[in-house]
């Protein structure tokens, strides 16, 4: 072999050993997620004028 294809391998495997090694675990502690949150919504209904009169006379409906 000549010098020239000894340097390209041993370059080759010195390129071998550097490669990255990456890993993945799973943490020890479990994951605690705080969430405050307030959620206020409002509902605004348009009736016809026949059903705000029903809803007036029979108010036990809801």
Known sequence: M???ALLVLAAGLLCIG???RI???APKDPITINMNVRIEHEI???VDKDVEALLKNQSGLF
Do not use: D
């Open 2 to 4: 000549s010098l020239r």
């Open 18 to 20: 550097c490669v990255p």
């Open 23 to 25: 890993e993945v675990t």
């Open 44 to 46: 605004h209904i348009k």
